[in-house]
């Protein structure tokens, strides 16, 4: 298994394989299990590697750890997945 920071990289930098429509699962510590957002609703800050940020319902920013990514998938299909 690639660590996530690779995974992310190549859906980020090789066109052909992040055409795919991507959505991460990662573990939600308030909700206790895995919470799946389409990739595209994340952002990344450009010198941070050890979190992704995404908004909810309510308009709050959150970065979340990438070590509680979980699991990726592509087009529907788990390509990733880490033990929870």
Same mark, same amino acid.
Do not use: C, S
């Given at each position: 298994?690639?660590?996530?920071? &690779?995974?992310?990289? =190549?859906?980020?930098?090789?066109?052909?394989?992040?055409? *795919?429509?991507?959505?991460?699962?990662?573990?939600? #510590?308030?909700?206790?299990?895995?919470?799946?957002?389409?990739?595209?609703?994340?952002?990344? &800050?450009?010198?941070? =590697?050890?979190?992704?940020?995404?908004?909810?319902?309510? *308009?709050?920013?959150?970065?979340?750890?990438?070590? #509680?990514?979980?699991?990726?998938?592509?087009?529907?299909?788990?390509?990733?997945h880490r033990?929870?």
């Amino acid at each position: 298994m690639i660590p996530i920071h &690779e995974l992310l990289n =190549r859906i980020r930098w090789d066109p052909a394989f992040g055409r *795919g429509r991507f959505v991460i699962g990662y573990f939600d #510590r308030v909700a206790g299990g895995i919470v799946r957002v389409p990739l595209a609703e994340l952002f990344f &800050e450009t010198d941070d =590697r050890f979190d992704f940020h995404l908004v909810d319902d309510q *308009g709050a920013t959150h970065a979340i750890p990438l070590h #509680r990514i979980k699991e990726v998938y592509r087009d529907g299909e788990l390509i990733w997945h880490r033990e929870h």
